[in-house]
C-alpha cells in the first residue's frame, strides 16, 4: 500500500515540484502516471525511492512512513523495490547474468541462491538464452527487460518505471509493457511513468494525471488525453 | 560482515588503486615524505633527550660537601635534602665511590688510596622543573656542611630550549603534513568513487547498506596508508642508519640511539599514522555515501 497525503515537494532552488498531492495505490495495483513535461512525475518516483524527501504531508509505503524513516533503513526500504530507469543502466562490462546477479550480490544474498533464482528470473522476462551476452551485444528492448530483471532479483512488491520505454522503438514497448502487465499479474504493486498515448490507451489501467505539480485526474481505464 | 568475504571489499579496493594508479601513487608518494620527514624530527628530539641523559645535564644538581663530615651529619644532610619542594630523589655518592670512579676514568688517579683520599661525599639531586633551580640552589647553600654545588642548569635549559623549539616547529610541520596527506587521499578516493559512481547508484537503488558501498573505499585508504608507512619506515631506516654510522664514527661526542633499538616503535608509529591518515581520509570523502 502506498499513500501520499498533502505530499508537497521544493526543491532547494525554490521549485515546487508538487503542490499537495493525494494518492493511494493498493498493493497488487498497476498504475500509469501521465502528465506533460515538468509535471512533477519524476519528482513523485524520486520520493518514493527515498532519493528525495517530500517537503510537507505524508508519505506511506507498506511498513515504512517515509517522512519519518531513519536513514540507516533506507537500504533495507529499497529491498522492498525494483526500479527501472529510461536508460536502463546496466554494467557494460558485466553479462545479462552478472547484471541481474549483482543486485543480489550487493545485499549479501549467498552464492547458492543467486545461481538458482537469475535464470529464473531471466525466464520471467525471456532471455534465458541471453544470460552470457554483454549489454551492446543485444538490442534496446532486450537491455530493458535485463533492467527489469535486476529490478526483480530481490523479490521486490512494487516495480517502479521511469519512463522504461522512452529509449526503445514501439514494437518492443509493447514487450516491455506486456511484461510489466505480467509482473503485475504475478502480485506485484506497478506504476509505470509514461509518454506514450498509445500504451496507456490499450492497457485501460487506471491512469493518474500530474499537472503543474498536482493531480489532476485519477480513472481506471483512462486515457492519455 | 555477513555471509560475505573480506576478500571482495580488499579485491574491490585494490581495482580501485589501480584504476586511478597517478593518483594512489601520488599519494602514496606524499604520505610517505609526510611520514619519514616526522619520523626524522621525532627522532632528532629523541636522539637530544638520550644526549641531554647521557652528558648527565638533565635536571640534575651534584652538591659536595665538607671534607671533614661525620657519617650521621652526612645522612642528615641527605634527609634534609629530600625533604626539598621540587626534588625527586637523591642519591650519595660516597668519597671512596668518587674515587673509584675517578680511577676507571683518569690513570692519575690510579696509585691514590684510600687515606690520601682528596674526594668529599656528595649527593646528587634530581629536580623536577628548571625554573625551580635558583631557588633550590639557594636553600642548598644554607644547609650546613655545604661545599659547592655544580649544575649545569643552564645549559641543560638551552638545550632544553632548543629541544622545544624543535618541537613547536615539528608540531606546525606535523599539522600541514598530515593535512596535506589527508587532503590528497581525500582526492584519490573521491576520484575513486568518481570512477564507480554508475555502480554506487545502482547499489543504492537495489539497496546496498551504507558500509557496504564504502567499505571499498576505506580499505583503498588503508591501503594506501599501509604503503606509505612501511615505505616510510624503510627509508627512514636507510637514513638513520647512515646518520648512526657517520655519528659513531666520526663525531664521537654524540649518543645516538642505535635503530635496532627503536624500530618497532618507528614502524609501529610509522603504521599507525598512515593508516589513520588514510582512514580520516577516505571518511571524508565518504561521509555522503555513509548517511546514505
Ligand atoms: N533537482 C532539481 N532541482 C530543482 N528543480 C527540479 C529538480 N528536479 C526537477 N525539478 C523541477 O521540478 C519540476 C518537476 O520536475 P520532474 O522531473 O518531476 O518532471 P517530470 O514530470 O518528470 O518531467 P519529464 O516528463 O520531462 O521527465 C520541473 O519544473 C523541474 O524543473
Ligand atoms: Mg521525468
Not at chain 1, 530493458?144 to 526483480?152: G, K, M, W
Amino acid at each position: 500500500m502506498i499513500d501520499f497525503v498533502n505530499v508537497k515537494k521544493a526543491y532547494p532552488n525554490g521549485t515546487f515540484a508538487l503542490k499537495g498531492v493525494n494518492l493511494h495505490i493498493d498493493d497488487g495495483e498497476f498504475v500509469f502516471i501521465v502528465g506533460h513535461s515538468g509535471a512533477g512525475k519524476t519528482t513523485l518516483m524520486k520520493l518514493l525511492l527515498r532519493e528525495e524527501r517530500p517537503t510537507s504531508g505524508k508519505l506511506i509505503v507498506g511498513d515504512y512512513n517515509l517522512t519519518e524513516m531513519s536513514n540507516f533503513k533506507v537500504p533495507y526500504y529499497r529491498r522492498e523495490l525494483g526500479v527501472v530507469f529510461q536508460d536502463f543502466r546496466l554494467f557494460p562490462k558485466k553479462t545479462v547474468y552478472e547484471n541481474v546477479a549483482f543486485a543480489m550480490e550487493v545485499v549479501g544474498t549467498p552464492k547458492k541462491m543467486i545461481r538458482r533464482r537469475v535464470p529464473a528470473i531471466l525466464n520471467t522476462v525471456n532471455l534465458a538464452e541471453k544470460q552470457d551476452s554483454f549489454p551492446q551485444e543485444i538490442s534496446g528492448g532486450e537491455q530493458q527487460r535485463v533492467a527489469l530483471a535486476r529490478a526483480l532479483a530481490n523479490n521486490p512488491k512494487i516495480i517502479i518505471a521511469d519512463e522504461p520505454t522512452g529509449n526503445i522503438d514501439p514494437k518492443m514497448s509493447l514487450e516491455i509493457m506486456n511484461l510489466l502487465i505480467k509482473i503485475n499479474k504475478l502480485g506485484k504493486t506497478v506504476i509505470v511513468v509514461t509518454h506514450e498515448k498509445n500504451l496507456v490507451d490499450y492497457y485501460k489501467q487506471r491512469v493518474v494525471h500530474l499537472k503543474d505539480g498536482l493531480i489532476t485526474e485519477d480513472k481506471v481505464g483512462g486515457m492519455f488525453q | 560482515m555477513k555471509r560475505y568475504s573480506l576478500f571482495y571489499f580488499i579485491g574491490q579496493a585494490f581495482r580501485g588503486l589501480w584504476r586511478n594508479g597517478v593518483m594512489s601513487f601520488a599519494s602514496i608518494a606524499i604520505l610517505m615524505s609526510c611520514l619519514v620527514v616526522i619520523g626524522g624530527f621525532t627522532l632528532l628530539v629523541y636522539n637530544i633527550d638520550v644526549n641531554l641523559e647521557d652528558f648527565g645535564l638533565q635536571n640534575e644538581i651534584i652538591v659536595y660537601l665538607n671534607f671533614d663530615l661525620e657519617e650521621e651529619a652526612i645522612v642528615a644532610i641527605g634527609d634534609k635534602l629530600d625533604s626539598l619542594d621540587h626534588v625527586e630523589s637523591v642519591t650519595r655518592t660516597t668519597k671512596s665511590q668518587a674515587l673509584q670512579q675517578m680511577k676507571q676514568e683518569y690513570e692519575v688517579y690510579a696509585d691514590v688510596t684510600e687515606e690520601e683520599n682528596p674526594l668529599s661525599d656528595s649527593f646528587t639531586i634530581i629536580y623536577q622543573e628548571n625554573e625551580k633551580v635558583p631557588e633550590l640552589k639557594y636553600q642548598i647553600q644554607q644547609i650546613e656542611g655545604y661545599r659547592k654545588l655544580s649544575d649545569k642548569a643552564d645549559l641543560a635549559s638551552t638545550l632544553e630550549s632548543f629541544k622545544n623549539g624543535i618541537m613547536l616547529i615539528f608540531i606546525w610541520f606535523l599539522a600541514i603534513l598530515v593535512v596535506v596527506s589527508v587532503f590528497i587521499i581525500v582526492n584519490t578516493i573521491k576520484l575513486s568513487v568518481f570512477a564507480r559512481r554508475h555502480e554506487i547508484s545502482v547499489m543504492r537503488y537495489v539497496g546496498a547498506t551504507g558500509w557496504f558501498i564504502t567499505l571499498p573505499f576505506v580499505i583503498e585508504g588503508i591501503i594506501i596508508g599501509l604503503v606509505s608507512s612501511i615505505t616510510a619506515y624503510f627509508v627512514e631506516w636507510y637514513f638513520y642508519s647512515y646518520i648512526e654510522t657517520m655519528a659513531t664514527e666520526d663525531m664521537k661526542m654524540i649518543t645516538i640511539a642505535s635503530f635496532d633499538s627503536i624500530y618497532l616503535y618507528v614502524l609501529i608509529g610509522f603504521i599507525g599514522l598512515g593508516v589513520l591518515t588514510g582512514i580520516i581520509g577516505s571518511s571524508i570523502s565518504l561521509g555522503k555515501y555513509l548517511k546514505q
